[in-house]
């Protein structure tokens, strides 16, 4: 059907020649074998595996779905000349190997940057974490004495059993300030009721913290757990890229390419082939549809994993598919809006506490880095909702959905509607893996029987079914490249919150490494 020839000589700079099969039927496949290691997706974890696997002289080839970007979720978009993360993201990791890779990669690009975040409620903003004069001051003194009779009434008679978001947080902190500070951002992020949300979410992502807590950080400063760490919740610096997180992941393409390695756009992986006991390709179309077979030895997921299972050739038994089936995800979409102005409000970014909105966050991009929007007489916001894919907000159109952006941003006091002179809209499916009742059962059952593929690994985010930071994603795909170099045999599930591995251990624990998300309170 076709011949086998070498590639033209005139390649990308650092990406190394590949077999490929001309072919004169469109519909047929063109065949790339020069790559040991192939890797499904261009997100932090895709890009670091690739990275640490390049850097040790190996080959391997990076497919990215989107036929501009690369950094997935941490890419930096960009609409006539204003750059903007899809959410923000902060560099900030208590793993000194993450934090001193992100220092090789971008060096002197990074820049420290001071957060500043407040919460909205009531048309008045309050500093998170809290400040209690601050606090006090604008909730005024009979709300103030509320909070403390609640505060003073939840620690002598907590709620039992702690099985909900709702009772952990009253039992830290009361119910009127649970109320204020807790209860509308959370059912917005998460698209349920605090009081069907488990406790378990509540206790990893606040974890050290409580109204005593946030009162003595207020006062004092610099508040460390009880082991002398700093909480994440709580850091008031952190790095960031001077033109967004996009930058430290064009960097890493880039590297990839100069040390031998390929990133390939436009190439979203369909179908999965494996003999049983192992993969031997991963098949990729391009936008066009036209399909690559791409082989190799070893072969690193980052994609979600409800597609790895369903792209599976021959297709996985029905007891995984419908596993896979079974995995949800909570997606994300993001109006950005420019305002002609050149300062809005000094935060970094602001949760929504306001019922009456839908937007629960902002992004002031300007704070994150100035160099993210080219005219200094304006600024640019991100106006963050939280969605299913297919739902109302999702199926908006554009014009309708800037509207809304436009509405609500007046409607808060933060910005007058006439001051929007021009914004666009990005949508993030897949966003955040969600953890409903069953969501462990149905991973231990694909888990199970991926663990027959011995050249597969999985990595990231959405690649393990994991709502983690981009520092948990990089660890996972180093420990994952280390497996595929020979350097050792590391259980990528054990990687901590904290981008720490764990040998030590059991499937218990596994439940716990990575930023636990909300789920539903299972049957008593």
Excluded at 59 to 70: Q, S, W
Excluded at 136 to 157: M, T
Aim: charged residues 25%; glycine residues 10%; hydrophobic residues 40%.
């Amino acid at each position: 059907m076709g011949m086998e020839s070498p590639q033209s000589q005139t390649v990308r700079a650092g990406q190394i020649p590949h077999r490929w099969t001309r072919v004169d039927d469109p519909g047929a496949e063109f065949v790339v074998a020069a790559y040991e290691t192939v890797i499904a997706g261009g997100g932090p974890a895709g890009l670091t595996g690739a990275y640490e696997l390049t850097r040790h002289g190996r080959t391997c080839v990076v497919l990215e779905a989107d036929a501009r970007m690369v950094g997935g979720i941490s890419r930096t978009d960009e609409y006539k000349g204003y750059r903007f993360d899809i959410g923000g993201h902060r560099f900030f990791s208590k793993s000194s190997e993450v934090n001193g890779l992100w220092r090789e990669i971008l060096g002197g690009e990074l820049i420290t940057r001071s957060r500043l975040s407040r919460i909205y409620y009531g048309r008045k903003f309050f500093y998170y974490p809290l400040k209690p004069v601050d606090a006090l001051w604008k909730l005024g003194p009979w709300r103030s004495a509320r909070i403390l009779l609640s505060y003073i009434k939840a620690r002598l008679s907590p709620i039992r059993p702690e099985r909900t978001f709702e009772a952990w947080v009253v039992n830290r902190f009361g119910r009127v300030l649970f109320e204020i500070f807790f209860k509308s951002y959370t059912e917005k992020l998460w698209g349920m009721s605090t009081s069907e949300i488990s406790a378990d979410w509540a206790a990893q992502r606040i974890k050290g913290l409580s109204l005593v807590a946030a009162v003595v950080n207020g006062l004092f400063g610099g508040l460390k757990s009880r082991k002398g760490e700093v909480i994440k919740t709580l850091i008031d610096e952190f790095q960031y890229p001077r033109l967004g997180p996009g930058q430290m992941w064009e960097a890493v393409r880039d590297r990839i390419r100069g040390q031998g390695g390929a990133v390939h756009l436009d190439r979203k992986v369909v179908r999965i082939e494996h003999d049983g006991s192992a993969v031997t390709a991963f098949i990729a179309a391009d936008s066009q549809g036209r399909m690559t077979r791409y082989l190799g030895s070893h072969f690193l997921s980052t994609m979600p994993v409800r597609d790895l299972i369903r792209a599976m050739d021959p297709p996985a038994p029905a007891e995984v598919s419908a596993a896979a089936g079974a995995l949800r995800y909570r997606d994300f979409l993001t109006v950005v809006l420019i305002i002609d102005r050149p300062e809005t409000f000094p935060d970094t970014w602001i949760y929504i506490h306001e019922p009456d909105v839908r937007v629960g966050r902002i992004q002031n991009f300007k704070n994150w880095s100035p160099e993210l929007v080219p005219d200094a007489s304006r600024s640019s916001l991100g106006l963050e909702y939280f969605c299913f894919e297919g739902d109302d907000l999702w199926n908006r159109t554009d014009a309708d959905l800037l509207e809304l952006g436009r509405r609500e941003i007046d409607a808060i006091g933060l910005v007058a509607a006439s001051d929007v002179v021009d914004g666009c809209v990005v949508r993030m499916p897949k966003a955040y893996p969600v953890y409903d009742d069953e969501y462990q059962g149905h991973l231990a059952v694909i888990r199970r029987w991926l663990a027959n593929l011995s050249n597969l690994e999985l990595a990231g985010r959405n690649g393990m079914h994991k709502y983690n930071n981009q520092d948990h994603s990089m660890m996972t795909a180093l420990l994952a490249a280390r497996n595929i170099l020979g350097l050792g045999r590391y259980d990528t599930w054990k990687v901590n919150t904290d981008a720490e591995y764990h040998e030590e251990g059991g499937e218990a624990d596994n439940q716990n490494a990575g930023r636990i998300v909300p789920r539903r309170v299972s049957a008593a």
